[in-house]
């Protein structure tokens, strides 16, 4: 198998056999859709539901949001060949780790069965809340997805950032 990882912000979309797409899940939430029929899934990864009423969000923040992460995924989908009114979904993460955050994993599960709901789109595994990460493998061509409880969320690399070059002095507000 082809393993395909995805990280916050990041959706993969395939009709390949031999694809399996993964993450690990905090608060965050994946959804998993699939097309039976066509044998085309996908999953994406989100921080958040969707910004507050008054929240203006920059373009290129959007990926942070459910709302925007969906719509990314479900037309991709359809661009491989999916019909939107065969998809099924699995819905996965949303633990409540860090106690000082509140519920925001609840909040985003929440998000995502109501978006679920408003589309129309069947749910069938689902496994969100608690407070322990997930790791969650998708085999995109027929459905299957296996979730995993963490003892603990295990650190993730990201890029370096690059520090500012110049005379070295910093300003404090």
């Known amino acids: 198998m082809r393993r395909v990882s995805i990280i916050q912000g990041e959706n993969h979309v395939s009709g390949d056999a031999d694809v399996v797409i993964s993450t690990l899940l905090g608060s965050c939430v994946s959804v998993c ?15 958040l539901g969707e910004p507050g009423k ?3 969000v920059q373009r290129q923040d959007m990926q942070r949001y459910g ?13 491989k060949g999916a019909n939107r009114s065969r998809l099924r979904a699995q819905i996965y993460g949303g ?14 599960a929440e998000f995502a069965r109501r978006f679920m709901q408003t ?18 493998e998708f085999i995109p061509y027929d459905g299957t997805a296996r979730c995993r409880a963490l003892a603990e969320m295990p650190a993730i690399a990201r890029k370096p950032v690059a520090m ?8 404090l507000f």
């Open 33 to 47: 859709l699939q097309d039976p029929e066509a044998r085309i899934g996908g999953m994406n990864h989100f921080l």
């Open 54 to 56: 008054d929240q203006q």
């Open 67 to 79: 709302v925007h992460a969906m719509e990314l995924l479900i037309n991709a989908l359809m661009r």
């Open 95 to 108: 633990a409540n780790i860090i106690a000082g955050l509140g519920s925001i994993g609840s909040s985003n």
């Open 119 to 136: 589309e129309g789109i069947r749910i069938g595994q689902c496994d969100v809340g608690g407070k322990q990460a997930r790791r969650v």
């Open 164 to 171: 500012p070059t110049g005379g070295g002095d910093v300003d």
